[in-house]
Every structure is written in structure tokens, then in C-alpha cells.
């Protein structure tokens, strides 16, 4: 697991999935609260990698230009990202329009019986 994300896996768990997950997480919320499109996520998440990545080397002595190191983080940040993202807003849609949609899942909702959706 060090030979691909050029650190140790508590760092990867540490700085990856718990704090800069945590920014992912708030970034997709920010964007979908803010009504934007989901292809903005990209450049925020590859920044976000580019952090995760520096914060590694700078804190934990982690290899900086390690490419698989930087993919596999910025793959696990997508993730977190692209979820926030899609529950926020799933979230706002039933909560700015509750007679026109309802909840399948957490990740999707759908329009009402009758409801007029254009």
C-alpha cells in the first residue's frame, strides 16, 4: 500500500479520508447549495488533491510528486465530493419543491403522480 500512495496507510487514512475528505465533503455541499452544475466539481477536486498531497509531504515527509500517490487520493476525494454533491442536492430539491418530487433513494428522487415537471 506505501509503494502506491507514498505514505503510510494511517497518514493515507489520516489526512486523505479525514480531513481533507471533510473539505471535499464541504466543497460539494458549498457547489450544490450554490446551484451550480456538477462539472465544477473537477477543478475543485484536483486542487483538493494537489493540498492532500502537499499536506502529506509537508507534515509526514510523504513522497510530493508521487503521480499513483496523487491519483489514488484524488480518486477518494472524488468520491467524497461527487456524493456531497448529489445529496445536497437531492436534499434542496425536496426540501425547495416537496410537491413536485419525492425521494427514491438517497442519492435520487423523482417526480410525484400527477405533478406537471417540465
Do not use: H
Not at 489514488?72 to 416537496?98: E, G, H, W
Request: charged fraction near 15%; include cysteine; charge should be positive.
Amino acid at each position: 500500500m506505501e509503494s502506491i500512495t507514498g505514505t503510510s496507510i494511517g497518514v493515507t487514512i489520516g489526512i486523505t479520508i479525514i480531513l481533507m475528505g471533510f473539505c471535499s465533503f464541504m466543497t460539494g455541499q458549498a457547489i450544490a447549495n450554490t446551484w451550480r452544475p456538477s462539472y465544477q466539481l473537477v477543478p475543485y477536486g484536483l486542487l483538493l488533491g494537489l493540498v492532500d498531497r502537499f499536506l502529506v509531504y509537508a507534515l509526514f515527509k510523504g513522497e510530493l510528486l508521487s503521480l499513483t500517490g496523487y491519483i489514488f487520493d484524488t480518486v477518494i476525494l472524488f468520491a467524497i465530493l461527487f456524493a456531497a454533491f448529489r445529496l445536497t442536492q437531492v436534499n434542496k430539491m425536496l426540501s425547495q419543491y416537496p410537491w413536485l418530487y419525492e425521494r427514491v433513494g438517497p442519492f435520487a428522487f423523482r417526480a410525484r403522480e400527477g405533478a406537471d415537471v417540465r
